[in-house]
């Protein structure tokens, strides 16, 4: 034994030692845990983004558009056979 090891097991140093450690491993965990957390809760607020979206999206189909309209249809002939007819819309052309 040497005249300066205070302890002969170094007692007191081993139990700081492994206090850091398993203080590090709880961090390490704890972080986990958030990381793991926060990715759930991106996808389930993305999931309930998207689905507001198409929920919006389908009253709009249903409910807005233009008002006072109505598609027409109109056949007509040349004597070989029927003339259809193409109309610009909001969403491309429109063959009727």
């Known amino acids: 034994m040497t005249a300066t090891q205070t302890s ?3 007692f ?5 030692a492994a206090l850091r450690r398993i203080g590090l491993l709880l961090g390490k ?3 986990a845990v958030m990381i793991i957390f926060m990715a759930g809760f991106i996808a389930i607020a993305t999931a309930m983004a998207g689905l507001a979206l198409a929920g919006t ?3 709009m189909r249903l409910f807005g558009g233009e008002r006072g309209t109505t598609t027409t249809y109109h056949e007509t002939t040349d004597g070989q056979g029927i ?5 610009k819309t909001p ?4 063959v009727e």
């Not at 007191?12 to 700081?16: A, E, F, H, K, L």
């Open 8 to 10: 002969p097991l170094g």
């Open 12 to 16: 007191p140093q081993n139990v700081y």
């Open 29 to 31: 965990a704890l972080l």
């Open 57 to 59: 999206a389908l009253l």
């Open 83 to 87: 003339t259809l007819e193409a109309r």
């Open 91 to 94: 969403r491309g052309w429109t």
